[in-house]
Protein backbone atom coordinates (compact mmCIF):
# COMPACT_ATOMS: atom_id res chain seq x y z
CA UNK A 1 0.00 0.00 0.00
CA UNK A 2 0.82 3.67 -0.53
CA UNK A 3 2.07 5.60 2.25
CA UNK A 4 3.18 9.53 2.79
CA UNK A 5 4.52 10.52 6.00
CA UNK A 6 5.34 13.74 7.03
CA UNK A 7 7.16 14.15 10.00
CA UNK A 8 7.19 17.59 11.13
CA UNK A 9 3.67 18.65 12.42
CA UNK A 10 4.35 22.18 12.88
CA UNK A 11 7.45 24.71 12.07
CA UNK A 12 8.61 28.16 12.43
CA UNK A 13 10.50 30.02 10.07
CA UNK A 14 11.43 33.87 10.02
CA UNK A 15 9.90 35.69 7.45
CA UNK A 16 12.05 36.48 4.22
CA UNK A 17 13.91 32.81 5.25
CA UNK A 18 13.71 29.48 3.24
CA UNK A 19 12.06 26.69 4.73
CA UNK A 20 11.93 23.02 4.07
CA UNK A 21 9.15 20.55 4.82
CA UNK A 22 9.72 17.05 4.61
CA UNK A 23 7.93 14.69 2.71
CA UNK A 24 8.39 11.11 1.98
CA UNK A 25 7.18 8.46 0.54
CA UNK A 26 6.76 4.73 -0.35
CA UNK A 27 5.42 2.88 -2.71
CA UNK A 28 6.12 -0.23 -5.34
CA UNK A 29 4.40 1.37 -8.63
CA UNK A 30 7.09 2.61 -10.82
CA UNK A 31 4.81 5.43 -11.97
CA UNK A 32 3.71 8.00 -9.58
CA UNK A 33 3.21 11.27 -8.65
CA UNK A 34 3.88 13.57 -5.91
CA UNK A 35 1.67 16.80 -4.62
CA UNK A 36 1.92 19.58 -2.42
CA UNK A 37 -1.03 21.95 -0.90
CA UNK A 38 -1.48 24.63 1.02
CA UNK A 39 -4.68 25.12 3.22
CA UNK A 40 -4.61 28.54 4.99
CA UNK A 41 -6.82 29.26 8.38
CA UNK A 42 -9.84 30.28 5.55
CA UNK A 43 -10.05 26.67 4.81
CA UNK A 44 -9.49 25.78 0.78
CA UNK A 45 -6.94 23.43 -0.86
CA UNK A 46 -4.34 25.09 -2.87
CA UNK A 47 -2.51 23.17 -5.47
CA UNK A 48 1.26 24.69 -5.06
CA UNK A 49 3.51 22.14 -7.20
CA UNK A 50 3.76 18.12 -8.90
CA UNK A 51 6.85 16.17 -9.42
CA UNK A 52 5.87 12.68 -11.73
CA UNK A 53 8.41 10.11 -10.86
CA UNK A 54 9.59 10.41 -14.72
CA UNK A 55 9.91 13.90 -14.49
CA UNK A 56 14.04 14.52 -14.88
CA UNK A 57 13.82 17.77 -13.22
CA UNK A 58 12.81 18.98 -9.72
CA UNK A 59 9.59 20.81 -10.42
CA UNK A 60 9.66 24.50 -9.74
CA UNK A 61 6.57 27.14 -9.15
CA UNK A 62 7.69 30.60 -8.39
CA UNK A 63 8.74 30.40 -5.05
CA UNK A 64 8.12 27.16 -4.79
CA UNK A 65 10.45 23.86 -5.19
CA UNK A 66 10.38 20.45 -4.71
CA UNK A 67 13.24 18.71 -3.45
CA UNK A 68 12.88 15.19 -5.57
CA UNK A 69 15.23 12.80 -4.41
CA UNK A 70 13.95 9.41 -6.11
CA UNK A 71 16.67 6.87 -4.39
CA UNK A 72 15.28 8.57 -1.00
CA UNK A 73 11.68 8.67 -1.58
CA UNK A 74 11.86 11.82 -0.74
CA UNK A 75 9.23 14.71 -2.05
CA UNK A 76 10.38 17.61 0.23
CA UNK A 77 8.83 21.16 -0.62
CA UNK A 78 11.36 24.37 -0.40
CA UNK A 79 9.43 27.71 -0.02
CA UNK A 80 12.15 30.44 -0.89
CA UNK A 81 11.71 34.03 0.51
CA UNK A 82 8.83 33.28 3.39
CA UNK A 83 6.24 35.73 3.15
CA UNK A 84 3.31 35.95 6.09
CA UNK A 85 0.87 34.61 3.90
CA UNK A 86 2.84 31.66 3.60
CA UNK A 87 1.80 30.49 7.10
CA UNK A 88 -0.41 27.88 6.76
CA UNK A 89 -0.68 23.68 7.05
CA UNK A 90 0.66 22.08 3.97
CA UNK A 91 -0.43 18.53 2.77
CA UNK A 92 2.15 16.16 0.42
CA UNK A 93 -0.30 13.70 -1.50
CA UNK A 94 0.91 10.96 -3.54
CA UNK A 95 -1.58 10.00 -7.01
CA UNK A 96 -2.43 6.03 -6.65
CA UNK A 97 -3.98 4.71 -10.05
CA UNK A 98 -7.13 3.12 -9.79
CA UNK A 99 -8.75 1.77 -12.41
CA UNK A 100 -10.17 4.44 -14.56
CA UNK A 101 -9.58 7.26 -11.76
CA UNK A 102 -6.80 8.99 -9.35
CA UNK A 103 -6.90 9.04 -5.74
CA UNK A 104 -4.39 10.91 -3.46
CA UNK A 105 -2.96 9.90 -0.58
CA UNK A 106 -2.58 12.41 1.92
CA UNK A 107 0.44 12.89 4.94
CA UNK A 108 -1.06 14.40 8.21
CA UNK A 109 0.60 18.04 7.00
CA UNK A 110 2.84 20.11 8.91
CA UNK A 111 1.67 23.53 9.92
CA UNK A 112 3.85 26.54 8.82
CA UNK A 113 3.84 29.47 10.70
CA UNK A 114 5.70 32.56 9.66
CA UNK A 115 7.66 35.12 12.27
CA UNK A 116 7.72 38.59 11.28
CA UNK B 1 -15.18 32.34 -12.15
CA UNK B 2 -14.89 29.33 -9.37
CA UNK B 3 -13.24 26.54 -11.08
CA UNK B 4 -14.64 23.78 -8.58
CA UNK B 5 -17.78 25.23 -6.41
CA UNK B 6 -19.41 23.75 -3.59
CA UNK B 7 -22.67 24.66 -1.84
CA UNK B 8 -23.35 25.31 1.27
CA UNK B 9 -20.27 26.38 2.68
CA UNK B 10 -21.41 25.66 6.10
CA UNK B 11 -24.08 23.12 7.28
CA UNK B 12 -24.88 22.95 10.85
CA UNK B 13 -27.62 20.34 11.76
CA UNK B 14 -29.06 18.12 14.50
CA UNK B 15 -28.33 14.06 14.82
CA UNK B 16 -30.74 11.60 12.41
CA UNK B 17 -31.33 14.71 9.52
CA UNK B 18 -31.03 13.77 5.92
CA UNK B 19 -28.79 16.70 4.25
CA UNK B 20 -26.82 17.30 0.62
CA UNK B 21 -23.89 18.76 -0.66
CA UNK B 22 -23.76 19.93 -4.04
CA UNK B 23 -20.74 20.11 -6.08
CA UNK B 24 -20.19 21.65 -9.57
CA UNK B 25 -17.07 22.14 -12.03
CA UNK B 26 -16.85 24.15 -14.96
CA UNK B 27 -13.05 23.00 -15.62
CA UNK B 28 -13.95 20.12 -18.32
CA UNK B 29 -12.95 17.61 -16.13
CA UNK B 30 -14.19 13.99 -16.38
CA UNK B 31 -13.48 12.54 -13.11
CA UNK B 32 -14.84 13.98 -9.81
CA UNK B 33 -14.04 13.04 -6.28
CA UNK B 34 -15.49 13.85 -2.39
CA UNK B 35 -12.69 13.39 0.36
CA UNK B 36 -13.36 14.09 3.86
CA UNK B 37 -11.16 15.96 6.09
CA UNK B 38 -11.85 15.22 10.05
CA UNK B 39 -11.03 17.33 13.23
CA UNK B 40 -6.94 16.06 13.26
CA UNK B 41 -6.97 17.57 9.26
CA UNK B 42 -6.25 13.98 8.29
CA UNK B 43 -7.67 14.02 4.76
CA UNK B 44 -8.99 10.71 2.69
CA UNK B 45 -10.75 9.85 0.04
CA UNK B 46 -14.71 9.10 0.18
CA UNK B 47 -15.62 8.70 -3.30
CA UNK B 48 -14.48 9.01 -7.23
CA UNK B 49 -16.95 9.59 -10.51
CA UNK B 50 -15.55 9.24 -13.48
CA UNK B 51 -18.21 10.24 -16.50
CA UNK B 52 -21.03 9.72 -14.22
CA UNK B 53 -19.81 6.44 -13.02
CA UNK B 54 -18.66 4.99 -9.05
CA UNK B 55 -15.20 3.79 -9.67
CA UNK B 56 -14.05 4.22 -5.83
CA UNK B 57 -16.16 3.83 -2.31
CA UNK B 58 -13.79 3.87 -0.19
CA UNK B 59 -15.66 1.76 2.70
CA UNK B 60 -18.11 4.77 3.38
CA UNK B 61 -20.81 3.79 5.15
CA UNK B 62 -24.15 3.60 3.38
CA UNK B 63 -25.80 6.22 4.79
CA UNK B 64 -23.44 8.43 2.50
CA UNK B 65 -25.23 8.32 -1.52
CA UNK B 66 -22.58 10.09 -4.19
CA UNK B 67 -24.73 10.96 -7.02
CA UNK B 68 -23.39 12.35 -10.58
CA UNK B 69 -25.80 13.96 -12.87
CA UNK B 70 -23.35 14.54 -15.62
CA UNK B 71 -19.78 14.72 -15.45
CA UNK B 72 -20.00 18.39 -14.40
CA UNK B 73 -21.86 17.82 -10.80
CA UNK B 74 -21.17 15.02 -7.93
CA UNK B 75 -23.68 15.50 -5.36
CA UNK B 76 -23.32 13.83 -1.86
CA UNK B 77 -26.24 13.29 0.09
CA UNK B 78 -25.65 11.81 3.57
CA UNK B 79 -28.63 10.17 5.16
CA UNK B 80 -29.33 9.91 9.15
CA UNK B 81 -26.50 12.19 10.29
CA UNK B 82 -24.42 10.81 13.22
CA UNK B 83 -21.87 13.07 15.70
CA UNK B 84 -18.81 11.20 13.90
CA UNK B 85 -19.76 13.02 10.62
CA UNK B 86 -18.95 16.16 11.27
CA UNK B 87 -15.79 17.38 9.25
CA UNK B 88 -14.58 19.12 6.52
CA UNK B 89 -16.25 17.90 3.38
CA UNK B 90 -14.14 18.91 -0.13
CA UNK B 91 -15.30 18.05 -3.54
CA UNK B 92 -12.05 18.02 -6.19
CA UNK B 93 -11.77 17.26 -10.14
CA UNK B 94 -9.23 15.93 -12.30
CA UNK B 95 -8.56 14.70 -15.81
CA UNK B 96 -8.15 11.20 -16.79
CA UNK B 97 -5.64 11.44 -18.91
CA UNK B 98 -2.17 13.27 -18.65
CA UNK B 99 -2.78 16.53 -20.20
CA UNK B 100 -1.69 18.61 -17.52
CA UNK B 101 1.25 17.42 -15.19
CA UNK B 102 -0.77 16.86 -12.19
CA UNK B 103 -3.79 15.92 -14.11
CA UNK B 104 -5.39 19.30 -13.49
CA UNK B 105 -6.88 17.70 -9.74
CA UNK B 106 -8.59 20.96 -8.47
CA UNK B 107 -10.36 20.96 -5.22
CA UNK B 108 -13.28 23.25 -3.95
CA UNK B 109 -13.71 25.31 -0.95
CA UNK B 110 -14.89 22.78 1.30
CA UNK B 111 -17.67 22.42 3.04
CA UNK B 112 -17.90 22.21 6.80
CA UNK B 113 -20.55 19.46 8.33
CA UNK B 114 -21.33 20.16 11.76
CA UNK B 115 -23.74 17.59 13.58
CA UNK B 116 -25.14 18.41 16.94
Known amino acids: AQKITQTQPGMFVQEKEAVTLDCTYD???????LFWYKQPSSGEMIFLIYQGSYDQQNATEGRYSLNFQKARKSANLVISASQLGDSAMYFC?????????????FGSGTRLLVRP | DTAVSQTPKYLVTQMGNDKSIKCEQN?????MYWYKQDSKKFLKIMFSYNNKELIINETVPNRFSPKSPDKAHLNLHINSLELGDSAVYFC???????????????FGSGTRLTVV
Open chain 2, 92 to 106: ASSLLQIRTGYYGYT
Open chain 2, 27 to 31: LGHDT
Open chain 1, 93 to 105: AMREVMDSSYKLI
Open chain 1, 27 to 33: TSDPSYG
